[in-house]
């Protein structure tokens, strides 16, 4: 802890922290015990983000992360598209293809952004805000891929391709973002044509290389 942060909040960010990764909630002595202060401190914080929504307490008197979070979370998805347009349009006028963010959100992959290329007669239409669940898409597939290789590693390949999206029909083709804390996605193209051609893969490395330096 440094002169120029606050220690207030600091452990107030660490307690949203730690209960975003539980699924059961934590209690005051646990949090206390897992913050290594005492549990007056524990409730001064609880009562102050609880003002704001960010915690809710149920019976039990569990902590667990409250729905304010989830407003937060929205504001923070146009952040996102702005960062990540640069590369996508890049990706898109480079392919003559699709380009897309994709987020986790719970149980599903999230188009957050998507940028179509302006040269092609024609291309395919995927829209922002479609969802679908992680294992039936290219971008879904890399975020799973993903988990099993933590921090700034990657995959052998580095991509994923698929032959037929279940959701449009077309190619396509996605690398995960990684070394970000807190965010879970890939950067993908979609493509009308059956067999994606070999530069594709690597060209989506590279676009996902570059969202993830820009939201760093």
């Known amino acids: 802890m440094t002169a120029e942060t606050s220690q207030t909040l600091d452990r107030g960010v660490r ?3 730690l209960l975003a990764d539980s ?16 549990r007056t ?4 914080l609880l009562a102050t983000l609880e ?8 019976i039990g008197g569990r902590a667990r992360v409250g ?8 504001r923070v998805h146009p952040l996102l598209r702005e960062a990540a347009l640069p590369a996508l349009r890049s990706l898109a006028e480079d392919l003559g293809a699709t380009a897309h963010l994709t987020l986790v959100d719970g149980a599903e992959a999230l188009a957050v952004a998507v940028v179509e290329p302006s040269w092609t007669d024609f291309h395919v239409a995927y829209r922002t805000g479609l969802r679908h669940p992680l294992d039936e898409s290219a971008a879904g597939r890399a975020i799973l891929e ?11 390949q580095g991509f994923v391709i698929t032959r037929a999206e279940e959701q449009s029909g077309a190619s396509g083709a996605a690398a995960a973002l990684l070394g970000l804390s807190g965010i879970e996605g890939s950067v993908g193209v979609v493509m009308l044509n059956g067999l994606v051609p070999e530069r594709v893969g690597p060209r989506v490395v590279e676009a996902a290389t ?4 820009a939201l760093r």
């Open 23 to 38: 699924e059961r909630g934590l209690t005051v002595t646990e949090l206390a015990a897992r913050l290594a202060v005492n």
């Open 146 to 156: 993903a988990r099993n290789f933590p921090g700034q590693r990657r995959p052998e």
């Open 51 to 58: 003002q704001h929504g960010l915690v809710r307490r149920d």
């Open 67 to 74: 729905l304010g979070v989830l407003r937060l979370a929205h």
């Open 15 to 17: 307690v949203l922290k």
């Open 210 to 213: 570059e969202v993830a330096d």
């Open 41 to 44: 401190v524990v409730y001064r």
